[in-house]
């Protein structure tokens, strides 16, 4: 059975930094890539970045490029999302989700889908 | 930005069928997928590839492209589909996944 676990949320203040973790199993971590999406209060869903298998490749988001970075490790089943510079408007709960697809092509990202997603974790940027 | 339009709501009795666009330039050239989100829960992937269903999706989960608008279709909606779905693609150039704003299904 997939299950993906994130951890890592809490209130942090703007300009903060904080590490989310997204631990998986039931599943090859090393084949598929990886996915962020998060939701604010009462919104919809937003992705924020994607990495692929092996993290030779990532995208992220207007919203997030130069502030967040994705990472894995394949030794400890773990997805990460590091957050720095912390804005209110980054207040949301965050998923970690697992696409169909381990290549994120060339071409970019044709046919990424979620599959499986976890149960959130809850990030509130407030003074 | 790319943007997938959805409408804010729709409302079905039980029984009926429900119908769920989802429209956007891309949607002609990408595949859409959707997802239905209960509250408090997170998404589950209800239809991919624009027509396919995950095994354990029910049947009256149903899914269409015409152009540039796919179409989500519950036959014989029942009170357990009341929920946000929201389509998903990936914008021209592929750099970025897309979701809809969502749309709340209310079974009357």
């Known amino acids: 059975e997939v299950q993906l676990l994130e951890s890592g949320g809490d209130l942090v203040q703007p300009g903060g930094s904080l590490r989310l973790s997204c631990a998986a199993s039931?599943?090859?971590?090393?084949?598929?890539?990886m996915s962020w999406v998060r939701q604010a209060p009462g919104k919809g869903l937003e992705w924020v970045s994607i990495?692929?298998?092996?993290?030779?490749?990532?995208y992220y988001a207007d919203s997030v490029k130069g502030r967040f970075t994705m990472s894995r490790d394949k030794s400890k089943n773990t997805l990460y999302l590091q957050m720095n510079s912390l804005r209110a408007e980054d207040t949301a709960v965050y998923y970690c989700?697992?696409?169909?697809?381990?290549?994120?092509?060339?071409?970019?990202?044709?046919?990424?889908?979620?599959?499986?997603w976890g149960q959130g974790t809850q990030v509130t940027v407030s003074s | 930005s790319y943007e997938l339009t959805q409408p804010p709501s729709v409302s079905v009795s039980p029984g009926q069928t429900a119908r769920i666009t989802c429209s956007g330039d891309?949607?002609?050239?990408?595949?859409a997928y959707w997802y239905l989100q209960k509250p408090g829960q997170a998404p589950v992937l209800v239809i991919y590839?624009?027509?396919e269903r995950p095994s354990g999706i029910p049947e009256r989960f149903s899914g269409s492209s015409s152009g540039t608008t796919v179409t989500l279709t519950i036959s014989g909606v029942q009170a357990e589909d009341e929920a946000d779905y929201y389509c998903?693609?990936?914008?021209?150039?592929?750099?970025?996944?897309?979701f809809g704003g969502g749309t709340k299904l209310t079974v009357l």
């Open positions: 590839k624009d027509t």
């Open positions: 990495i692929s298998h092996i993290a030779d490749s990532t």
């Open positions: 989700a697992k696409t169909t697809v381990g290549v994120i092509a060339v071409a970019g990202l044709a046919g990424v889908y979620f599959d499986f």
């Open positions: 998903q693609s990936v914008d021209k150039s592929g750099t970025y996944v897309v």
């Open positions: 891309a949607l002609s050239k990408q595949y």
């Open positions: 039931g599943f090859t971590f090393s084949s598929y890539a």
